[in-house]
């Protein structure tokens, strides 16, 4: 099952090839069932760069389909896995009530803000998305690596701990912005994800998407070492988007990542040296070839050479002077 990706709907798709308990993380955003094939239009996206065949869900039938594809995901998610489910608030009763039906617990309920939210005159600008993350009921420990981004004692440029923000249930990540570049209707920005697999699962785990539309999940799990499947019902995003997975070179962003006794920055309070500053910039400029934004290569450095994030950006605009 690993890498392994169906072109079929979620519900016949996981009934049909995946086992019970097999799963050791999923994370997927559902439709939305507000017209999904004209999301692109709300963001000013171009035609001529957006995938066609968005399958919406009819709003009076997401209930029963939010119950039937959360069944199937409780089914194949280990006792030790996690899942994260991105909803807009339109239809969040329904994904919350599928959720206690199906006895799943919810551990939290986090709020994403992104940038560039849906402009009106008669109503509030809406710019987040409720993300919950939930699990099995029962006694079985769930897998969360409390400091896989941040150290315990790491702090910002103002003195607060860095571990301590990025835990809160409040998350400002924006919008990868792909210009000129082909991309699906609405999709997850690689940051988002890479901070639910990095928190919720290990390397060579399997990480599941019920609704894998621009493959985003298969590509970070890919580029963290994990391994991934998922399901896909557009037949044209299907064949635009599995054939370049292969292309990721796995386990990328994992290089120099370490935790280092609960403290990622090991050079933390090491001198800085010419050929640091030069292999920093290198490695910066390699990371940005591959499409991430500046807020992602500057995780990734921190990573890589063990250094605070703040540093990593300071560095990067001093050489850029």
């Not at 986090?110 to 600008?125: A, C, R």
């Not at 998350?171 to 890479?194: A, S, Y």
């Not at 609704?211 to 044209?236: D, H, P, Q």
Request: charged share 25%; aromatic share 12%.
């Amino acid at each position: 099952m690993r890498d392994t990706y169906y072109n079929m709907d979620c519900i016949t798709g996981a009934k049909t090839y995946l086992p019970d308990a097999m799963v050791d993380l999923i994370i997927t955003d559902p439709p939305f069932a507000i017209e999904g094939d004209q999301l692109h239009k709300l963001y000013n996206r171009k035609e001529e760069y957006v995938v066609e065949g968005y399958v919406e869900v009819s709003k009076e039938k997401y209930r029963e389909f939010s119950f039937r594809w959360i069944e199937q995901a409780k089914r194949v998610l280990k006792d030790t896995g996690s899942m994260y489910i991105v909803s807009g608030w339109t239809n969040l009763l329904d994904i919350l009530l599928a959720i206690e039906q199906n006895g799943l617990e919810l551990i939290n309920h986090m709020i994403w803000k992104y940038n560039f939210g849906v402009s009106t005159k008669h109503k509030f600008v809406t710019s987040h998305y409720h993300i919950l993350y939930c699990r099995k009921k029962g006694n079985a420990e769930v897998k969360f690596n409390p400091y896989c981004r941040f150290g315990a004692e790491e702090k910002d440029s103002e003195g607060s701990s860095m571990l301590y923000c990025d835990l809160e249930d409040v998350w400002t990540i924006g919008r990868d912005f792909k210009k000129g570049r082909t991309k699906n209707r609405n999709q997850l920005p690689v940051e988002l994800l890479m901070k639910m697999m990095l928190y919720s699962s290990d390397e060579d785990d399997l990480i599941c998407d019920f609704f894998l539309g621009s493959f985003s999940t298969a590509k970070v799990a890919r580029s963290l070492g994990r391994y991934s499947t998922g399901f896909e019902i557009n037949g044209t995003a299907y064949d635009h988007q599995v054939g370049q997975i292969s292309n990721i070179q796995r386990g990328w962003m994992l290089a120099g990542m370490r935790s280092n006794g609960g403290n990622p920055h090991f050079n933390q309070r090491k001198r800085w040296t010419k050929e640091e500053t030069g292999n920093v910039m290198e490695r910066y400029h390699n990371i940005k070839c591959t499409g991430v934004s500046d807020r992602q290569a500057y995780s990734i450095l921190s990573q890589e050479f063990g250094r605070g994030y703040f540093s990593m950006m300071n560095i990067v605009k001093k050489s850029r002077r």
